[in-house]
């Protein structure tokens, strides 16, 4: 290193790394955050951007092609079986080094003397699917409100504009609520996680009382729970079920989010757990009640996949009430907690990208790890994560494909992130983390370890095949295309920052230096 980038690592690394005399939190950085959550606030956070049942419904016409209403619902418990075992990784992880910087910071002390790589590309990887879950979010939201209006208005032909417009609407309207109404987040939070829940349950009691009501029956038993439908082109039935697990992977697949906010929480080595546990059993939960009760309702399924709505559940739910307006309450009802959803994964995206700046690993760290005096937040880090949304909005207009293959890259790049932290720290048998107040113990935290990464390198693997045969340019997945361009992209950032990169650095629970609150 020449003297020139020696003394730029030095003065960087000075003004990031706290006196001897300060009390600092997990990250090893003086607390700039306000830790405006509790427990409750940070369950009901963990429940709002997760949601889980908004989020498979908004998929269910895809994946039925993957085995039918049964297939959807058998795919979807066993991919959640896997991912209470990668959940239960990170909280351990999350318990034991409760900090922002969330993967990005567990990869950097769990991989030992390869941390600074590992952990690199661990929070560039973390930061993407976060951005493109947002995007993603804010599209789910734009193609409600105008299936909301196609609803009342039968003659109405959605256009990709129509939904660009809306998709701009929310994205700004999510990311002004991030950037000015810090403080209210916690009730935000409150407020989606009543919606999520009350909402799921009158859409359940509709769906179950309505068919009857309205004098149509419901679906069979047999159409529910044991006809396979492979309308995929591939021949292999098991094939078929493992590739379908890619929707419930989008559903339920967001347990590291709340360690985003381990500097914005009291106690955060025993509330981070708990808020993964709270995220990832009510979703579950909710989810499975959820999809048995919309397919008892539909009456002709053929109907639902032909629907030219920009929502397709908009059909169902027509078939489910009966009327157009019944459908739009339950449309309503799947809005409300999904505009707040938006709101969590803006939330998450920008206290990921400023973790990395304030480590000197993005462009302009200078600007983007800063937080702002007067609203208390990463709000330069808020600003670029709006903007990036809006750039992936307008890609929408030129072509939903090259959209749909940014968010489509999702869930590869966040088990890819996972997998940065989770791996090493199996490798070195454990060894590296100091345990927090969850710990697995003995031979299970090697075995859910291990399990976690076998299924995240078969399904990474699976999740990049075309979703349909024969596929075409537009129908073709181009997941890992994205991923792997990306990648590349991030590799080349390597070469050009390493020399003043500032990676985490370990910090123990019992540190003297560490704040009582941030423990």
């Known amino acids: 290193m020449d003297p020139s980038e020696q003394e730029k690592t030095k003065r960087f690394a000075d003004e990031t790394v706290m006196p001897a005399t300060e009390l600092i939190n997990a990250s090893g950085h003086k607390q700039e955050l306000q830790r405006n959550f509790n427990l409750l606030n940070i369950c009901a956070i963990a429940i709002t951007t997760g949601n889980t049942w908004v989020a498979i419904g908004g998929s269910v016409t895809v994946a039925i092609y993957n085995g039918g209403p049964a297939g959807v619902i058998y795919e979807f418990i066993v991919v959640s079986v896997f991912y209470w075992l ?47 879950g947002a995007a993603s979010m804010s599209s789910i939201v734009a193609k409600q409100t105008v299936a909301m209006y196609g609803l009342m208005h039968p003659a109405f032909e959605p256009k990709d504009w129509h939904v660009f417009v809306s ?18 987040l916690p009730l935000v939070g409150n407020l989606g996680g009543f919606l999520i829940l009350s909402g799921v349950l009158i859409t359940i009691i509709v769906c179950a009382a309505m068919p009857q009501t309205n004098g149509t029956d419901h679906a069979s038993n047999d159409f529910v729970w044991r006809d396979w439908q492979n309308n995929t082109g591939y021949a292999s039935n098991g094939f078929v079920f493992m590739a379908g697990m890619l929707n419930g992977a989008f559903a339920v697949g967001t347990p590291d989010c709340t ?24 979703g579950f939960f909710t989810s499975l009640f959820y999809l048995i009760a919309i397919f008892y309702a539909v009456v002709d399924l053929d109907r639902v996949l032909q629907s030219g709505s920009t929502f397709p559940l908009a059909e169902i739910y027509l078939q489910a009430t009966g009327s157009p307006g019944g459908g739009l309450g339950l449309l309503v009802i799947a809005f409300l907690p999904s505009f707040l959803t938006c709101i969590g994964c803006y939330i998450t995206a920008s206290r990921t990208f400023w973790t990395l700046a304030r480590d000197n690993a993005t462009p302009f760290s200078r600007v983007f790890r800063q937080v702002s005096p ?112 990306l990648t590349i992209s991030v590799v080349a950032w390597w070469f050009v920052r390493q020399k003043s990169y500032v990676g985490p650095k370990p910090i123990d629970l019992d540190d003297s230096m560490l704040a009582k609150d941030a423990k």
């Open 86 to 132: 990668i959940a239960a990784s990170i909280a351990e992880l999350a318990s034991a080094m409760p900090s922002a910087s969330g993967v990005y910071h567990w990869a950097s002390v769990t991989a030992g003397r390869y941390g600074r790589p590992c952990g690199w590309f661990a929070g560039y990887w973390n930061f993407l699917a976060w951005i493109f």
């Open 167 to 184: 998709y701009i609407v929310c994205t700004w309207l999510c990311c002004c609520t991030v950037l000015f109404a810090n403080r209210a």
């Open 374 to 485: 007067v609203f208390h937040n990463p709000f330069n880090a808020i600003l670029l994560c709006g903007g990036f949304c809006t750039i992936l909005g307008c890609i929408y207009v030129g072509s939903t494909t090259a959209f749909n293959a940014f968010v489509g890259s999702f869930i590869i790049l966040s088990t890819l992130s996972y997998l940065a932290a989770i791996l090493p720290h199996l490798l070195t048998q454990r060894r590296n983390v100091t345990p927090g107040y969850f710990w697995m113990k003995g031979a299970s935290g090697f075995v859910v370890n291990a399990i976690s990464c076998v299924y995240i390198v078969v399904f990474i693997i699976i999740f990049c095949f075309p979703f349909a045969l024969p596929t075409d340019k537009v129908s073709m997945n181009y997941a890992s295309l994205i991923t792997g361009g």
């Open 259 to 282: 360690s985003h906010l381990a500097e914005e929480i009291p106690r955060p080595s025993k509330n981070i757990p708990k808020a993964i546990a709270a995220q990832m059993s009510i």
